[in-house]
């Protein structure tokens, strides 16, 4: 509308004339100042809804009410008594008060007085807006703070790379910060957007808030986080300015543990939406001023905030309510390395060129000392996430009610195993639990000896099955590794990897299949004795993330049978459910093993492994010799295993890893389109490895760009690690809680890395 079809709408609708003059930012607000002396401001906009107009007056009665001397915009009814009024173009226009004073922006730099202020303001709108209850608060919108990493799918659309990553990075301390404390922090209505322009000022006192419109539902703690975005933007010394706000914010609504560990990260996150927010924009009108306003300042603080801990910031944004002596973050790094090596074997290795030492773990994230968070692509321990809250709370419960043995009659051993025989092929009934992969496998040496009173046993080139003396004779990665005696024990076979990419019968095709198949076949007729059995992983992973060629197990099974063998299928990597297509790994290839052997996800990081295998071969173990693990088997195991199976059910996390691998093989694909050194992209679900070559025909491995990779990836916080035989293969095996953003991030990441390596 131009103003001379505002002026006809004021006149007819409200029965006031005057002037008019648009108002700055990017809503179509005017100033009017009628032929009397009063002055109000006209709001236009599209598409706002009833539901969220009566709950933006609401807001402001009920604030009018609590805070008596705040001034804020209230409503102005048409004469026809309603708060909207319907305009042009399907647009709505409503009148509202002006308020005086001096917006927070043009005050100049504040004092310590003013930043007070404006915390206690904010304060009392906390408290002022509890006893607002309107079912139209629960809602979200484009600058829902809570709803922050919705915005990071558009991170790539910032096209300068150095602030990507620095936004890409807030989004991930926000991600971090939201999924362990979110659900703790105290929640009510709040403003919202209680911005530098909205915040209105006379010396040293708030003396209004404006606009409305962005008032939701919300935990508190982003009210503070929204302002302390802005206020810390024009500022020579942002640290000091928020912690006087956060201290005149304490004084009246004390603030808790959580939520001051929330506020950094969520005003990173804030201000990381502000800046996805204007590369979306610049892609719609570049050249829309108003849109942009706070780019610049907001890239400029962001940049700053970035380059602090959110352990250091946390305490600089809290200096000023923050009891000394709280903080027990114990050794820094260096001094526990040097510790390690007084006290420790060497043999025992630390990942990275630069040590982490990580305090905390929430889901997909662990948490360093500084209280930075690292995207974990390589946990399948922690498999239904770090610390999930209902795996945590089934072993606190149980230990503080029993823990014993399996010497006792209890409920929890035989339900716990008579669930997981369930998701496993009907022959397969009989349960022994342990402590350790290591013991699960040994226990399956034992099994498959005593069945077939033979003692020779075969396994795969590069394969790992464990510390112990016989499991390390069993591992090719070990005994051909670095400090391995390199040659195999009589009583160990070992067989051609059925590698599809770079072994002898290259090809994932069913002719491969056999072919490698037959490598089985003949390995077991050349071997001194017969053998007792074959161990194998259903996808390699030590072994290089390596997935055996189609048809590959159900030939090499007939081969092992067809010579008084059993089978053997190490899971203790791929099993429960991280292949998204089945439960187990070796369903993968239509097989049924005589015995199957799980550790690592079972207890989600609790110590504990099971072997599980058929009745005839469990009776043949059971000769008259007790057996009995001390650990194996107890209450508490019990209870967190099936706590874990509950997760993976509850949070359909088989389905999610199918999907979400599918989508991360089809996004690692794509870079391997771009970037020569990847050679191959393989895997199931959510176990996927990435091999690099120096030379996609001789296939050298790129060992050394490999570990560079990681090594850089650490410090753009994403945990990998490199394995196979060459030490060439980027192994992923996130926690099953991985999400969407956490891929897009890690192929960001590892996209422009690999450019950089290649430049
Ligand atoms: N089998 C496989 C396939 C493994 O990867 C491992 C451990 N990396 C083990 C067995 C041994 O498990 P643990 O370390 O629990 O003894």
Redesign the pocket.
């Known amino acids: 509308m131009d103003t001379g079809q505002i002026s006809r709408f004021v006149q007819s609708h409200y029965g006031l004339s005057g002037e008019f003059e648009r108002l700055a930012g990017e809503n179509e607000n005017y100033c009017l100042r009628t032929d009397d002396g009063g002055r109000f401001v006209l709001k236009i906009c599209g598409g706002v809804g009833p539901a969220a107009t009566e709950l933006e007056n609401e807001a402001v009665e009920t604030l009018a009410a609590a805070l008596p001397d705040l001034r804020l915009p209230t409503s102005v009814p048409s004469s026809t008594g309603s708060p909207v009024v319907s305009c042009s173009e399907g647009k709505e226009a409503r009148l509202l008060e002006f308020v005086e004073g001096t917006p927070w922006l043009e005050a100049g730099e504040p004092s310590a007085e003013r930043c007070r202020a404006l915390g206690s303001t904010l304060a009392q709108v906390a408290l002022g807006l509890a006893d607002l209850n309107s079912e139209a608060a629960d809602r979200s919108h484009r600058w829902d703070l809570a709803a922050a990493a919705l915005h990071r799918r558009h991170v790539g659309w910032i096209e300068d790379l150095d602030r990507r990553r620095v936004v890409d990075q807030a989004f991930q301390t926000f991600a971090a910060a939201w999924s362990s404390l979110g659900e703790f922090l105290p929640r009510g209505v709040i403003h919202g957007d209680a911005n530098d322009e909205n915040v209105l000022v006379e010396g040293d006192r708030i003396v209004g808030l404006l606009d409305f419109g962005d008032c939701l539902e919300n935990p508190l703690i982003c009210e503070l986080a929204i302002a302390l975005a802005y206020v810390m933007q024009r500022t020579a010394e942002p640290w000091k300015v928020a912690a006087h706000v956060v201290e005149g914010y304490h004084t009246l609504r004390p603030l808790q543990e959580s939520e001051r560990e929330a506020l950094f990260p969520l005003i990173l996150g804030r201000l990381a939406v502000t800046l996805t927010t204007c590369s979306e924009r610049r892609r719609i009108d570049a050249t829309r001023e108003s849109w942009f306003a706070s780019e610049e300042p907001a890239w400029k603080l962001l940049s700053r905030l970035g380059s602090h801990s959110p352990r250091d910031a946390a305490h600089a944004l809290t200096s000023g309510i923050q009891e000394a002596g709280t903080d027990q973050q114990g050794s820094e790094p260096e001094l526990l390395l040097e510790k390690r090596r007084q006290l420790m074997n060497p043999a025992m290795s630390v990942s990275y060129r630069d040590p982490l030492k990580i305090v905390r773990g929430r889901g997909q994230f662990l948490i360093d000392h500084h209280g930075r968070p690292f995207l974990d692509l390589v946990n399948n321990v922690c498999h239904v996430g770090h610390c999930h809250p209902r795996v945590v709370e089934a072993g606190q419960r149980q230990i503080a009610e029993l823990n014993t043995n399996t010497r006792y009659l209890h409920d929890g051993l035989t339900d716990y195993a008579a669930r997981l025989c369930a998701t496993l092929p009907s022959s397969l009934d009989t349960c022994f639990f342990v402590n ?6 040994e226990l399956a040496l034992r099994l498959a000896r005593q069945h077939t009173g033979r003692e020779h046993i075969m396994v795969l080139e590069g ?5 112990t003396s016989s ?1 390390i004779a069993m591992s090719p990665y070990k005994f051909r590794g670095k400090g391995g005696k390199g040659v195999a024990e009589s009583w160990v076979h070992v067989v051609p990897s059925p590698d599809g990419y770079r072994g002898e019968h290259k090809g994932h095709g069913a002719e491969s299949g056999r072919a490698y198949a037959e490598d089985v076949r003949r390995t077991i007729s050349e071997a001194s004795e017969p053998i007792a059995g074959f161990l194998c ?1 259903s996808i390699l ?2 072994g290089g993330q390596v997935e055996p060629p189609e048809g590959y197990f159900a030939a090499a099974f007939e081969h092992v049978r067809k010579a008084g063998g059993v089978c053997i299928v ?1 899971e ?2 791929v099993g429960f459910a991280r292949v998204g297509s089945h439960f187990w790994a070796f369903e993968r290839q239509g097989v049924t093993p005589d015995i199957v ?1 799980m ?2 996800p079972i207890g989600n990081g609790h110590p504990m ?1 099971a072997v599980i295998t058929t009745k005839q071969i469990a009776n043949s173990f059971a000769n008259g010799m007790e057996f009995f693990a001390t650990f194996g088997g107890n209450p508490v195991s019990c209870a967190i295993g099936n706590a874990v199976l509950d997760v993976i059910e509850a949070e359909q996390l088989q389905e999610h890893a199918r999907i979400l691998g599918e989508f991360f093989l089809t996004e690692l694909q794509g870079l391997a389109q771009r970037h020569s050194l990847i050679g191959h992209v393989r895997g199931a679900g959510l176990f996927l490895g990435v091999e690099l070559v120096r030379d996609p025909d001789t296939l050298e491995p790129a060992s050394e760009e490999a570990d560079e990779v990681i090594n850089r990836l650490r410090h753009r916080g994403i945990l990998l690690s490199t394995d196979g035989p060459l030490a060439n293969v980027l192994k992923i095996k996130p926690p099953m809680v991985l999400t969407q953003d956490d891929v897009e991030f890690a192929i960001r990441a590892l996209d422009e890395t690999l450019a950089s390596l290649q430049s």
């Open positions: 350790s992969g290591s013991e699960a496998n394969a790992y099955h464990g510390h499991l992983e992973s030590c190490d203790v990597q052997v550790g690592k492994a």
